[in-house]
């Protein structure tokens, strides 16, 4: 009895572990993301956001559109960009991998609600991933 009792626990053993298929430990990293555009049209400004996050943090993470005023976001991105650019052109300093590209962002220029919502996003999500605070 003993050993029909061992017998049928090192087949069904046999059985689960063979009848186990091995899962992806994140189905996301199979998956590309999309990069996220800004542009206005009437300006002809845009800018292609390819940081991989950004999308889910827009959705999960950033106050939903209306939330702040678009005054409010204009001023923040004044702010952010003057930030960033001087940053830009200190590459000795600051990590030249994070710190890209110049933004051009002209306070006369009315980008409209969404350029602005979506640029303060992202200096938000940056300082959020790449663990830094964008102020002097």
């Known amino acids: 009895m003993n050993r029909l009792t061992n017998y049928l626990i090192v087949s069904i053993s046999i059985i689960l572990l063979a009848s186990c298929s091995s899962i992806s430990k994140n189905k996301q990293d199979s998956l590309k993301e999309e990069p996220v555009v800004i542009k206005n049209d009437s300006v002809e400004y845009e800018i292609t956001i390819i940081d991989p996050g950004f999308n ?7 106050r ?40 051009l962002y002209d306070p006369h220029v009315d980008y409209g609600y969404d350029v602005n919502y979506k640029l303060f996003n992202y200096f938000e999500f940056a300082q959020q991933k790449y663990r830094m605070r964008l102020q002097w």
């Open 56 to 62: 889910n943090f827009l959705v999960t993470v950033a």
């Open 64 to 103: 939903p559109p209306g939330y702040h005023s678009q005054i409010f976001l204009e001023n923040k991105n004044r702010f952010y960009v003057s930030i960033w650019n001087s940053r830009v052109n200190n590459p000795a300093r600051f990590n030249p991998n994070i710190y890209e590209n110049i933004i």
